[in-house]
């Protein structure tokens, strides 16, 4: 049965917590004629009849992850006239790498990307031959304010520097990643300071080469880790989200990906928490 909206009002706007594997994705953002994870939600929500324009709709999500990156934690929102049936199908009619793992009732106003507090990265990698005390106590170099050309692709007009609230190295199951907190983050800035750390973790830096790199010099860039070590954890947008069952589908589907994917280790041990 479908949610009887109240007098007057004609649409609901609702958040979307997504997860989804990103191997398969050119990318989060919607982009005519190749797949991404936009277009596959916006398709689905067409199909479902949630709405008739995405534009429309308002929908958005809280930022961007590039090809090859995968996410546990996205958010993103729209305006529907029939919220039970978004609630109800939208994970079922979603492709079989991408699932919704929460919902919100929001306010008409809100923008994932624009009332977001913060987001948290975590970038995964095999242990072998990686000092992982030299990178635990060479990560908080980072924390604070710096410029971060070296370790980011900087756009033409974007202010370079930005605010790291928290860094640490965590063990998720057999697999450490580097878990990572800002408001924002520029375009490869986690992947450069995930392949900084891991030359410090490799030997090939000191903890004081990695913090030179943040002195405001101009240096030439890192290349960044590569993609598919790189998970979107948590987005807080300040939200509460209401739970959606994993379906059975993406359980099978996820468990057949870690044979082929050992980064995914920590995002299977946390889907139903």
Known sequence: MEKVLPAGQTAMRLAFR?????????GSQVQPGIRTVEGEVIAACTRLGLFADWREAGFSCSGRTDRGVHARGQVCAFSTEVPSRAVAALTHTLPRDCWCTGFAEVPDTFHPRFTTHSRTYRYYFLPHGIDLQAIAA???VFIGSHRFSTFARVQAGKDPVR??????LVQDGLLPAIEVTAESFLWHMVRGMAAGLLAVGRGEWTRDDLASCLDGKDRPRIP????EGLVLWNVDCGLSFQMIPLRGGAHRFLYQEKKL???LGGVLATLDR
């Open 18 to 26: 997504l997860a989804y594997i990103g191997t398969d994705f050119f």
């Open 138 to 140: 060479a990560a908080p």
């Open 163 to 168: 605010h790291i609230s928290n860094i640490r």
């Open 224 to 227: 960044p880790a590569p993609p």
């Open 261 to 263: 994917h050992q980064v």
